[in-house]
């Protein structure tokens, strides 16, 4: 969190807060706000400082207990905070509450998440999706925008005009994500045309949590100019190249990161770039190893895969990024216990569950450029071995094109 001295006061300063439950432990919690920050900082908030509460469950009125709504209020009042984000997903009641408490703006995950996608979607088809999913996200909400009314009372001449405007919006609104859902369907369609129309080759899709070096990778590979950058969903958009390593032509496809706890309006919004995972050949698991907790991180993408497509059967490899930034703490001399993942040098922890993989794993730096052709010499064989079981007789491929240069 930054000093609030170093802070421009016109800077949209926020603090986060998360909850200590049963069911997520106080690491976890602080692995998730730390996230949230992240998120935040995407968005272009300042975060200044953390609160957390133990408690069995969130409250149902206020998200957190009674006390600490008041510890919040009075830092965000002493220190002229604009906003507050929630670690998880509020209800209707209780924004509604937190807000007439805080007199500031409130945010929960999923509203940030949104507001990202919004702020990054370039092409007609990612706002296009971002719209459906924010109309999907804010119709169950409605109900809080018009808490104005509710000082009218019944009568001749009064009955009912919140319900009506509330009814007229939810219409409204009913009709735009109708409308919305229709034009993704037409997008759908024209995708699916373009995937056919590709022909026989091999595709491959990059897949992994946000912020791995999926576009970095995808950029080596294709020797293309896919942006890129240190921020959570730099890519919405789904970006196809054709990539010739040694003489195999494949396609090769960007996609949207996934994170922890991602809306499922969401995804559904975004079901023709998940497309292009469900009807691709082969895999790269891009993971950041460099991460403290890179195995949570594949377990969320692998969860996610599971989702979209079906039991995710297809062949993957799974590509350890970022070893250039890879850290380790050593144990000291006296410590007798067991060695932990913090504790490792990179190549001890090669030889953990990671050597059962074989040729499925490879490690790189897609920023310094190593192990890239290790990870091409896998990724031939791979697609050669796909393409040779689905066309056994026809092996033209691999005799009209020529090695891509270096």
């Known amino acids: 969190m930054k000093d609030l001295a170093e802070i421009p006061v016109n800077s949209e300063r926020t603090v ?193 949590y946000t912020n791995v070096g999926k576009s970095t990778l995808m950029n080596v590979l294709s020797k293309s100019d896919v942006f890129a950058e240190n921020k959570l969903f730099a890519t919405l958009d789904t970006t196809v190249r054709k990539v010739v390593i040694e003489n195999l032509p494949v396609l090769l496809t960007d996609t949207v990161g996934f994170i922890r706890k991602l809306p499922t309006h969401l995804v559904n919004s975004f079901k023709s770039t998940l497309d292009e995972v469900r009807e691709a050949d082969l895999l790269i698991h891009v993971v950041d190893i460099s991460h403290p907790n890179f195995e949570e991180q594949i377990e969320v993408v692998d969860k996610t895969l599971s989702d979209i497509c079906e039991g995710n059967d297809k062949p993957m490899i799974i590509v350890f990024n970022k070893i250039d930034a890879f850290t380790y703490k050593p144990k000291d001399d006296d410590d007798l216990s067991e060695a932990k993942r913090e504790n490792m040098p990179l190549e001890e922890l090669e030889r953990t569950w990671m050597s059962r993989l074989g040729d499925n794993c490879v490690f790189i730096s897609a920023k310094k450029g190593i192990g890239i052709d290790r990870l091409k010499d896998i990724v031939y064989q791979k697609a050669k071995e796909i393409h040779m079981a689905r066309f056994p007789y026809n092996d033209f491929l691999y005799e009209t094109y020529e090695p891509l240069d270096d």
């Open 16 to 208: 986060l807060v998360g909850l200590i439950t049963p069911e997520q432990p106080e690491d976890k919690a602080q692995e998730y706000i730390d996230e949230l920050a992240f998120l935040a900082e995407t968005a272009g908030a300042v975060p200044v400082k953390t609160f957390f509460q133990r408690m069995p469950y969130p409250n149902p009125r206020t998200f957190v207990g009674t006390g600490k709504l008041e510890e919040i209020k009075k830092y965000v009042e002493d220190n002229e905070i604009g906003m507050v984000i929630f670690d998880d997903d509020l209800s209707t009641k209780q924004v509604s509450n937190i807000e007439r408490e805080l007199q500031v703006k409130i945010l929960d995950r999923t509203s940030l998440i949104l507001d990202i996608f919004a702020n990054r979607a370039q092409t007609a088809t990612a706002k296009t999706q971002v719209e459906l999913a924010q109309y999907q996200y804010l119709l169950p909400r409605l109900t809080r925008m018009w808490t104005h009314l509710e000082r009218q009372r019944g009568g001749i001449g009064m009955r009912g005009p919140g319900e009506t405007q509330i009814e007229t919006d939810r219409r409204i609104i009913l009709d735009r994500i109708s409308k919305l859902k229709g034009e993704l369907a037409s997008i759908d369609k024209q995708k699916a045309v373009q995937r056919k129309n590709r022909g026989k080759l091999t595709r491959i899709a990059l897949v992994g």
